[in-house]
């Protein structure tokens, strides 16, 4: 997987000191995901079959008295064995709902200072001090916040997403109180919050105040131990200072800045400076806390959501009621009433669907550990990452988030089915929660769990690090739910609609089906005959060979302003030319945004329908386009079904490409006869616009016919060096007739032949 995989080496070397005490994180369930047959290659890159990476974050020391497991589920909380856990929002520090700060640049792009991240700009208003080696554009971000009763004292654990000087961070945390009587929380926060006491940590300081008088509590400090590997704080509170016995009590929390020359907390100003963060405006006292806990899921709005008043933003991140509540110095509505009895019993309750619980059905986000850390925190200056390039993404850390669409159907028997659901460009992984482009395709007959990847930010075009998320976050949903490895569907919008283009072709073996709506066929704009605008190397319609057994869906607009639709119909064309399965219906009223904001999915559900995909066809045809491989990682591709090992002749050049087809008779069956291309027209209904009128244009097969059987296969080749194929699941043996046409020196490998396990046969062609 190459040195980038820093993490597992650090991991390696540290060997027991960084073991869980705990079961541990579920690792891959082989049976929800496509299992390896014979000597060929999994469907797939190698990274979705990696076991799960581990974050020291989501660790608990070997020696310490924390042993629960991570929810990792956003705003949800749960008790195990002994401890209360909170699941934050990563990500989402964003602060106060003020003025937006001038020189964000998130909200704002050198290229083109009004549109930044545009969809995915944050509600929040708060900007990072510019020192970024200190803050990390990130550093005031809660991950999780545990609680956990101890012999002599009560013990609370912050773990934060990136931290690189603690003194610089400040934690408070409100304890008890009563509702509707507010305190405002001490060292200029302000912001208030119902409480008895105030416990304030930065650094290796922790101090413990009365909410009543702010002075401090009578007693020995509250004890502060800080793991900076994985940027966990942990504060002991002695019971003489307070002992909340077996009482419930109410605690809330929010992280911020502190100044280490006033003692204070780091306000922000209108512009963020290397020593000062933004985002303020001209507020004369701007709340301090850039992220605040016991946010849960019931309270924090999904975005999107038509109709609902409370959604009063147009923003993805899961941040507004959080961004309005500091905006009014007020964040009583957000807090969790714990049962310390639950916790000395050791009383184990996940919640299951309550308010304040662990999710198991319908829209959430989850977070996961990545393979990949490219360093801490966020670089929101990042912008869009150019084909075949090197592409981090803004997210730097190695936690990332997605979004997860569990249907409420129990899982067949079989798992349920996957529907990757890509995000457009300058959105993020919340861009569907809400939408009906989710939940139909999720509820469909047979039920899909329905996942949109991070890709690491707005704007990473499905390349290396970006892309590597989509695997990533596949196989961490396979650890956890159980799956149907051959029901797996893509689909997206705008980039991922691109996105789709370019996983189906490099990935055919892996979808039954594929559904991008405005997707771009390349990157950037692509109006033929010119190169597209982000390199012909990135242009799937030289790939669309590779299409053979995946039928498409695909929706696009006449006026699209985005996505040139003389593109779209070329590549629709490529489609039609090489009599593959396709529905192209092109919506004439609209632009880009219509079918978005339209948000009605039913006909492109239906298409996805129940189908799993053909893992063992007899005619595989597979382009090759080495530029779109990330080695380092786990994303190569130059394999399909029982064809692998694809090596190009000549990769020179900034756009080599090769195609294999192999036809084998070793299944008695043809190919089936693709019917005249049919045109029609319609109107789609039920969304928000009345109806939106298309013209269709359709090619299907019939039957595959019957064929004697032979132990036999036709190869054509163009710039193809070698191949291997996998004998046994091609049918035929060692032996077989090799009826070959290529353009050049040619080498077939025959493997894992029946009868002969591990017998191979090489034939060279010139």
């Keep these: 997987m190459g040195s980038s995989r820093v993490v597992g080496s650090v991991l390696a070397a540290l060997g027991a000191v960084l073991a869980l005490t705990a079961p541990g994180i579920a690792y891959g369930n082989a049976g929800s995901l496509p299992r390896k047959e014979g000597t060929s290659a999994r469907p797939g890159p190698e990274v979705l079959y990696e076991p799960l990476a581990k974050a020291p974050q989501l660790e608990n020391a070997l020696h310490g008295p924390w042993h629960a497991n991570p929810i ?78 101890l012999t002599r004292a009560t013990a609370f654990r912050f773990t934060l997403n990136s931290m690189t ?60 131990s800080i793991d900076a590997l994985r940027r966990q704080v942990t504060v002991s509170v002695p019971h003489i200072e307070w002992n909340p016995g077996a009482a419930t009590v109410r605690l809330a929390a929010g992280v911020g800045l502190w100044d280490v020359e006033t003692n204070t907390y780091l306000l922000p100003g209108a512009e963020a400076t290397a020593s000062r963060p933004g985002g303020a405006g001209n507020s004369s006292a701007p709340a301090a806390f850039f992220d605040v806990a016991f946010r849960f899921n019931a309270q924090e709005p999904i975005p999107g959501t038509v109709g609902s008043s409370t959604v009063r933003d147009p923003s993805w991140w899961r941040e507004q009621a959080q961004s309005h509540a500091l905006a009014a110095g007020d964040i009583s509505p957000f807090h969790a009433d714990v049962d310390f009895a639950k916790l000395l019993a050791k009383v184990n309750d996940d919640m299951p669907n309550g308010p304040t619980g662990v999710p198991q059905s319908g829209a959430f986000d989850r977070i996961y550990a990545s393979h990949f850390t490219d360093g801490q925190g966020a670089d929101y200056a990042t912008r869009g990452c150019a084909s075949a390039e090197r592409c981090i993404g803004e997210m730097r850390g190695q936690l990332l988030p997605y979004a997860i669409y569990v249907p409420s159907t129990p899982a067949p028997a079989s798992g349920y089915g996957l529907t990757l659901l890509l995000h457009s460009t300058e959105t993020n992984y919340n861009q569907f929660e809400g939408s009906k482009n989710q939940s139909e395709f999720a509820n469909r007959s047979a039920p899909s769990i329905v996942i949109t990847p991070s890709g690491r930010g707005p704007d990473g075009e499905y390349y290396d690090r970006a892309g590597a998320d989509t695997f990533e976050t596949w196989a961490d949903v396979a650890a956890y739910y159980r799956l149907n490895p051959s029901f797996t569907d893509i689909a997206g919008y705008s980039m991922g609609g691109y996105g789709t283009y370019k996983f189906a072709t490099q990935f055919p073996d892996l979808f039954a089906r ?26 799937t319609h030289r790939m669309l060979a590779s299409l053979r057994n995946v039928p498409f869906l695909i929706w696009d607009e006449t006026s699209d302003e985005l996505v040139p639709i ?183 490998t025959l493997a894992d032949c029946p009868g002969a396990t591990g017998t191979t046969v090489t034939h060279t062609y010139d």
């Excluded at 930065?202 to 702010?214: I, K, W």
């Excluded at 709506?517 to 242009?539: I, K, L, R």
């Excluded at 904001?597 to 063992?616: K, Q, V």
């Design 514 to 539: 594929a559904q991008p709506t405005v997707g771009e066929p390349a990157v950037g704009n692509w109006v033929p005959p010119a190169e597209p605008t982000g390199g012909e190397q990135s242009n």
């Design 72 to 149: 990792l589920i956003s705003g949800a909380s749960a008790y195990r064995r002994g401890e209360f856990l909170y699941q934050g929002y990563i990500y989402d520090d964003h602060g106060a709902k003020l003025t937006p700060d001038p020189t964000d640049p998130q909200t704002n792009s050198l290229e083109n200072p009004e549109q930044g991240d545009l969809f995915s700009a944050p509600d929040g208003t708060y900007t990072y001090p510019t020192n970024t080696s200190a803050y990390r554009e990130n550093a005031a971000n809660l991950v999780e916040l545990r609680v956990k009763p």
């Design 566 to 748: 003389d593109g779209v119909r070329e590549q629709v064309k490529g489609f039609d030319e090489l009599g593959y399965r396709y529905e192209f219906d092109e919506f004439h009223a609209g632009d880009h945004l219509t079918l978005a904001i339209n948000d009605e999915y039913a006909p492109a559900a239906a298409f996805l329908g129940t189908e799993n995909a053909n893992r063992n066809p007899a005619h595989v045809t597979y382009t090759y386009n080495p530029t779109m491989d990330f080695p380092a990682d786990g994303t190569a591709a130059g394999h399909a079904y029982w064809v692998y090992a694809i090596a190009l002749r000549d990769g020179s050049g900034s756009a080599p490409i090769g195609t294999i087809d192999v036809r084998s008779e070793g299944f008695g069956r043809g190919d089936p006869v693709a019917s005249a291309t049919e045109t029609g027209a319609g109107v789609l209904t039920g969304g928000q616009v009345p109806a939106i009128p298309y013209t269709s244009e359709t090619k299907t097969w019939g039957m595959a016919p019957s064929t004697p059987k032979r132990d036999a296969l036709v190869i054509t080749a163009t710039n193809i060096g070698s191949v291997s194929i996998d004998a046994k699941r091609a049918k035929v043996n060692c032996a077989a007739a090799l009826a070959v046409t290529t353009d050049g020196p040619l080498t077939v």
């Design 165 to 224: 000087d603690p003194s610089l961070v400040a934690i408070a945390l409100a304890i008890g109180g009563s509702e509707g009587v507010l305190h405002p929380f001490p060292f200029g926060a302000n912001v208030s919050a119902p409480a008895q006491y105030f416990l304030t940590v930065h650094g290796n300081t922790a101090v413990l105040t009365s909410a009543e008088t702010g002075a401090p509590v009578p007693g020995p400090a509250p004890s502060v």
